[in-house]
């Protein structure tokens, strides 16, 4: 059984930082891309960043420069790190993993996700 278990997530004022962790069971972790998406309620599930195999990482322009993603192989863990965070960045936040090479920024292209964890940013 794939498991993607979620953890980090709170409340933090604007500016400030948060580290979210996903440790993964149950796949070959080094195989899958990994990747952070989040919700916010009547939004759309966005795209905030990817790690492939190759240690290749990508975000979009909302992110880039504020976040960054890496993984520990050897833990199964990947990591979402958050930095000058904006009321903006309020949702919550999912980890997941990709098996096939599909396009990095949609939803669609991951296979396995976590339960999610709310990240909420105050002003």
């Known amino acids: 059984q794939v498991q993607l278990v979620e953890s980090g997530g709170g409340l933090v004022q604007a500016g400030g930082s948060l580290r979210l962790s996903c440790a993964a069971s149950g796949l070959t972790f080094s195989r899958y891309a990994m990747g952070w998406f989040r919700q916010a309620p009547g939004k759309e599930r966005e795209f905030v960043a990817t790690i492939r195999w190759t240690r290749s990482t990508y975000y979009p322009d909302s992110a880039k420069g504020r976040f960054t993603i890496s993984r520990d192989n050897a833990e199964n863990t990947v990591y979402l790190q958050m930095n000058s965070l904006k009321p903006e960045d309020t949702a919550v936040y999912y980890c997941?993993?990709?098996?096939?090479?599909?396009?990095?920024?949609?939803?669609?292209?991951?296979?396995?996700w976590g339960q999610g964890t709310q990240v909420t940013v105050s002003s």
């Open positions: 997941a993993a990709a098996y096939d090479n599909g396009d990095y920024y949609r939803a669609r292209s991951y296979d396995y």
